[in-house]
């Protein structure tokens, strides 16, 4: 980011910091859109696909730590997040997470009765007519591609039988918070303005979001986002959009 945005990013951030504690969710949202627009360029597609009311889960490939942001500020609606506990717990966004009502999950094996007690709170957020995140991956790709679908999301359909949302985001590879290159979060910000996409499928009923009918809709919108984000170049010498290019901001 270059200093000038960097400023701006400052100045907002000090400017609503008061703000934060008294109004978090409304205040929080358009904040964390401002400051996403100051450093990308978002794409979003699909965002009625969420439906205006009732339960649902959104399912997403994890690419960074600002994946759930960027979904965040994407849906028309409040999200809660399903979330790996060491990514909930990084000391750069902890604070963030808490506010926007993630829900933590370790392995029952370094956190005994994690995952049931986040099942728990998943369903009490489904069944209160919430939408829920999740990353069924359960860690950040180490690669750049989708990794194996854990068994969260059967297990939450097998308790709560709510439409599922597929969602593909692209362009986030490469990003000082992913780990590409080293551990996300090592290494100061290179990149000014990439270009990221999400892109989310059409709602799928829980008879039909088996785990390999639900990989195979993210890799395809995954696909889709990458033909955007990084159109034949390299993500961090993606060019400006063309001129009179629809793109859904979220503004």
């Known amino acids: 980011m270059s200093p000038l945005l960097w400023g701006a990013t400052g100045l907002v951030m000090a ?8 109004a978090p969710h409304p205040f929080l949202r358009r904040l964390l859109a401002l400051l996403l627009h ?19 889960i959104v399912v997403c490939n994890h690419v960074s730590f600002m994946d759930a942001l960027v979904v965040g500020v994407a849906s028309p609606r409040p999200l809660r997040f399903l979330m790996d506990k060491p990514i909930y ?17 370790d392995a029952d094996r370094r956190d005994p009765g994690s995952v049931r007690q986040a099942l728990a709170e998943v369903s009490r957020a489904l069944r209160q007519g919430e939408v829920v ?18 068994r969260g999301l059967e297990l939450i359909l097998s ?12 362009g986030l590879w490469g990003s000082w918070t992913s780990h590409q290159g080293g551990k996300a979060l090592t290494r100061p910000p290179r990149r000014c303005r990439a270009r990221v996409a999400l892109y989310f499928g059409e ?49």
């Open 15 to 22: 400017a609503g910091g008061w703000r934060l504690a008294s």
């Open 133 to 150: 995140m999740v990353f069924p991956e359960g860690r950040l790709t180490p690669d750049g591609e989708i990794q194996p679908f854990r």
């Open 38 to 56: 100051l450093a990308y360029r978002l794409r979003f597609r699909g965002r009625e696909q969420i439906p205006a009311s009732g339960p649902a």
């Open 159 to 170: 308790r709560d039988a709510v439409p599922v949302i597929p969602a593909g985001l692209a």
């Open 203 to 251: 709602a799928m009923s829980p008879g039909e979001a088996s785990r390999q009918r639900v990989v195979e809709r993210v890799c395809a919108l995954k696909a889709e986002a990458d033909g955007w984000a990084a159109p034949g170049t390299r993500l961090d010498e993606a060019a400006p959009g063309r001129a009179g290019e629809a793109e859904e901001t979220g503004r």
């Open 89 to 105: 717990d990084s000391p750069w966004l902890n604070w963030l997470f808490r506010r926007v009502g993630a829900i933590p999950v």
